[in-house]
Nanobody, 123 residues
Framework: QVQLVESGGGLVQAGGSLRLSCAAS????????MGWFRQAPGKEREFVAR??????YYSDSVKGRFTISRGDAENTVYLQMNSLKPEDTAVYYC??????????????????WGQGTQVTVSS
C-alpha cells in the first residue's frame, strides 16, 4: 500500500519561505508522477504543482514563487515556497499519479494522497 506523509508546514509571515516535504513508501517512487494540491478554508482543493521525471508544471497562482522537485533516492518530493502571500494559506497535500503525462491537474487523476500539512501565512 502506498503511503504519503507530508511535513514542513507552519506559520510564516508574508514574504517568507517554507519547504514542504512528502515522504513516500510502499511503491517504486520513480514510477510515479507527483503533485501538490492545496485546500483553503471554504474552498475546493486546487492544483499547485506537478513533477514527472524531469518536467514540472505549476498553477498560474504560484508560478515563479514555488518550485517542485523530487529526490528519487530519498523517495521524497519537495515544494519550496518563496514570497508567500496570505492567500497561500491552506492545507497542502501531496499526491501520486501512476500515469506520466501532460495536463494532469485534476484530483481524480491522482491515485494516492497524503493527510496534508497546514501552511498559514500572516499579513
Amino acid at each position: 500500500q502506498v503511503q504519503l506523509v507530508e511535513s514542513g508546514g507552519g506559520l510564516v509571515q508574508a514574504g517568507g519561505s517554507l519547504r514542504l516535504s512528502c515522504a513516500a513508501s510502499g511503491h517504486t517512487f520513480s514510477n510515479y508522477a507527483m503533485g501538490w494540491f492545496r485546500q483553503a478554508p471554504g474552498k475546493e482543493r486546487e492544483f499547485v504543482a506537478r513533477i514527472s521525471r524531469i518536467m514540472t508544471y505549476y498553477s498560474d497562482s504560484v508560478k515563479g514563487r514555488f518550485t517542485i522537485s523530487r529526490g528519487d533516492a530519498e523517495n521524497t518530493v519537495y515544494l519550496q515556497m518563496n514570497s508567500l502571500k496570505p492567500e497561500d494559506t491552506a492545507v497542502y497535500y501531496c499526491a501520486a499519479d501512476r500515469t506520466y503525462g501532460l495536463g494532469r491537474y485534476k484530483e481524480s487523476q491522482y491515485d494516492y494522497w497524503g493527510q496534508g500539512t497546514q501552511v498559514t501565512v500572516s499579513s
